[in-house]
């Protein structure tokens, strides 16, 4: 996780728990090898969305 | 360890000695020139090597032969492809290959609140559409030219990272990690209210450019952050605003969130290069406020005064005028060079880079010579 | 009557606010031409003011760009009730961001100080080619053509229309001024200009010392 998301504030970024909350349908899968893998297609996106910008 | 392991891993050293203080073996040196230069080096197409990246390996092949540096030579650049599929306006080629940054207004003075509400909202919904035409219009359409342009670079950029692996592992450069990120005034007027833009707000509204300051913070440090912070390596930010602010304006303004975000990313343990552009003489005494190693590259000001003021505390670099190496004799560039070394090697802390990239190359000119004798002097006069 | 002195002093401090309420309030009394003649000259003065503070380090450029911003405005306000008078021009200028560059913000500067110290000024915009300088020159035969760049590439480019101007036979009937961070001394004299400058403020003093 990089830093700074805990206050991203955006119905377009989502830290891992905020996307766990909203996907039950995860619950009792192995999350310990989901949760890098959507966090890092999540950070992915930012950065490249970002670099637009730069 | 055959010799180019060892000499990655000697060149390796002597940059986590320079980031931590440390006199390094040697004055540690990255070549200015960057990639369009290299293309029209090897003679080169620029449009046609940017779009079929598989005629750059040569490309840096060559560039990296002939001009000593310790890091390699092909920083940051922009790669045209998938600029192109998002319809970019702010980003575009030029009639002679070169990618270029016309000056653009992405985000409307009447929509600082939303942004402040929301600034990755206000990005997606808001600013990227107005600045990308292909990211304006039907949802399917705007999805299917995200996920072509997001390919697309993540393709390319693979292949320059090939490329990149290949001129290590045959030039034994340091391999070092970079992130970019800006400070928040400056990507407020970057692509979202244009240098001219802000230079009104400031005046028309500084509360507002205050605000948004603080509320685009967190994304500037998430963007700053390297995959892991203790890797070796830095977060470039490039500086823009500052030396065309009044003192009050920047104290108020542009200074603030800019240490916030040094300090932040310093907390994290990650070393930090700030590109010094134009003149910041009269702000020295607040440079000096920022964190210990804290790398700062200049273009213009007195290296007397910054090796004086900020040689103890922080990590110097820049300085050398590439208008020389365009105008001077072999003999003028080298002594200029020797001046510096003079004036900035003694007791560490120093990193020989120019005060700017070179982007162009005239074939006729002295550019390639001079830049090559500077870098060969360097190198034999910069060690401890 | 707008009191001239306060709208200087206001043009000088920046003062959005009173400049556009004064000039709002001026126009609506359906003045003449020679008046609103002496309001213009009230700004330009007031500009003279801020290049003053721009060259004792008071005003930086991002005070420039508003102030040049200002200016405009003001005198798109004035456009209606200015027209009909003739204006006396003290010279022409042809100005241009050279081939390759896109940065306009010290060429427009610079532009707008020559306007307001009543230079007829055409502005060829960025990225402009040799051809395109000796086009305009032709033209309007100006007395002086000046040359922005802030790229290194700038240098290059300000060479080749030199050398275009020279091929067209006009080297010799202009006088060039160059302006930019990229430009110096040794720079001039490779491009063959006649002078240089890094200060818009100091470029319109040489402008103005080549028409007296
Ligand atoms: C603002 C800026 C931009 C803005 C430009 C906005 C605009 N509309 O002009 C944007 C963000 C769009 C931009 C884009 C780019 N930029 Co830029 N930019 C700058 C920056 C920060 C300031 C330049 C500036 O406007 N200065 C303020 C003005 C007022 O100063 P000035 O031009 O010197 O003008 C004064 C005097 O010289 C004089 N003057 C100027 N012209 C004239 C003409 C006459 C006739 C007279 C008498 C006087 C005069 O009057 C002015 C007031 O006193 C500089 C940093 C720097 N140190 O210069 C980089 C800089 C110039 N940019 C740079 C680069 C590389 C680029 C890009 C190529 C980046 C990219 N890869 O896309 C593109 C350019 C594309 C292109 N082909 O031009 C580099 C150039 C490096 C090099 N080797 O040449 C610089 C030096 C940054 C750096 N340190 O690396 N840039």
């Not at chain 2, 990655?8 to 002597?14: L, S, V, Y």
């Not at chain 3, 500009?47 to 003053?52: C, F, L, Q």
């Not at chain 3, 405009?72 to 004035?78: A, E, F, R, V």
């Not at chain 3, 306007?115 to 915009?125: I, K, P, R, T």
Request: some cysteine.
């Amino acid at each position: 996780m990089l830093g700074g998301e805990d206050k991203m504030d955006s119905k377009y970024y989502e830290t891992w728990e905020e996307y766990l909350a909203q996907h039950p349908e995860l619950e009792g899968k192995p999350t310990q090898a989901i949760a890098p893998k959507i966090e890092r297609y999540e950070d992915l996106m930012f950065t490249f969305i970002m670099d637009l910008l730069l | 360890m055959t010799d180019v392991v060892a000499l990655t891993n000697e060149r390796n050293q002597m940059f986590r000695d320079l980031f931590s203080g440390k006199t390094p073996k040697r004055v540690p040196i990255s070549n200015p020139a960057t990639q369009d230069f290299a293309i029209q080096y090897a003679g080169l197409d620029l449009a046609e090597c940017q779009w079929d990246l598989t005629k750059l390996e040569p490309v840096y092949d060559k560039f990296c032969q002939d001009f000593i540096t310790d890091t390699y030579p092909g920083g940051s650049i922009r790669i045209p492809s998938h600029y192109q599929l998002l319809g970019s306006t702010p980003i575009i080629m030029s009639s002679s290959g070169f990618m270029q940054h016309p000056e653009v207004v992405g985000l409307l003075a009447e929509e600082y609140d939303q942004f402040i509400a929301s600034p990755y909202d206000c990005i997606i919904e808001t600013i990227l559409p107005r600045l990308y035409t292909e990211l304006n219009g039907e949802p399917g359409k705007v999805a299917m030219a995200l996920a072509k342009a997001m390919r697309v670079h993540s393709d390319d950029m693979a292949y320059l990272g090939t490329i990149r692996a290949k001129m290590n592992a045959k030039y034994g450069f340091a391999t070092m990690g970079a992130a970019l990120t800006e400070a928040p005034f400056d990507f407020m007027a970057d692509f979202l209210r244009s240098f001219k833009g802000i230079s009104g707000d400031v005046r028309r509204y500084p509360d507002k450019v205050s605000a948004a300051c603080e509320a685009v913070l967190p994304l500037m440090v998430k963007k700053g952050t390297l995959p892991n912070p203790s890797m070796l390596g830095y977060t470039f930010i490039p500086l823009h605003m500052a030396p065309y602010l009044r003192d009050k304006d920047f104290a108020a303004l542009y200074w603030p969130t800019f240490k916030k975000l040094i300090e932040t990313l310093a907390e994290m343990g990650q070393t930090v290069q700030l590109f010094v552009e134009n003149d910041w003489m009269r702000y020295l005494d607040y440079l000096y406020e920022l964190p210990e190693n804290t790398i700062m590259r200049f273009e213009y000001g007195d290296p007397k005064l910054v090796k004086e003021k900020l040689g103890k505390k922080h990590i110097v670099s820049g300085f050398y005028p590439i208008t020389l190496l365009q105008t001077g004799t072999k003999q003028q560039c080298v002594d200029k060079a020797k001046e510096l070394l003079d004036i900035l090697a003694p007791g560490g802390r120093y990193w020989w880079q120019a005060d700017k990239s070179i982007i162009n190359l005239e074939a006729s000119g002295p550019v390639v010579e001079n830049l090559r004798a500077v870098l060969e002097y360097v190198h034999e006069n910069g060690t401890y | 009557m707008i009191d001239l002195q306060v709208l200087t002093q206001a043009v000088g401090d920046l003062d959005e606010k009173t400049i556009l309420t004064m000039i709002n309030d001026f126009v609506a009394t359906n003045p003449s031409g020679e008046d609103a003649q002496k309001v213009v000259f009230a700004c330009q003065q007031g500009m003279a003011i801020v290049g003053d503070l721009f060259e004792r380090n008071e005003y930086y450029v991002g005070d420039l760009i508003f102030a040049g911003e200002l200016l405009s405005t003001t005198i798109d306000i004035l456009k209606p009730v200015l027209s009909g008078v003739a204006t006396q021009k003290v010279g022409s200028i042809v100005i241009g961001t050279v081939q390759g560059d896109l940065h306009d913000i010290g060429k427009n500067i610079f532009g707008s100080m020559a306007e307001a110290a009543g230079f007829n000024v055409y502005d060829l915009g960025i990225d402009v080619s040799p051809s395109a300088f000796v086009e305009k020159a032709k033209e309007v035969k100006p007395q002086i053509i000046g040359m922005s760049g802030v790229l290194t590439l700038a240098i290059d480019s300000m060479k080749s229309t030199v050398k275009a101007l020279n091929e067209a036979g006009l080297r010799d009937s202009v006088k060039i001024i160059i302006g930019g961070n990229p430009v110096n001394e040794d720079a001039c004299k490779q491009i063959g200009a006649d002078a240089f400058t890094t200060n818009a403020a100091e470029g319109l003093k040489t402008c103005q010392g080549w028409v007296k």
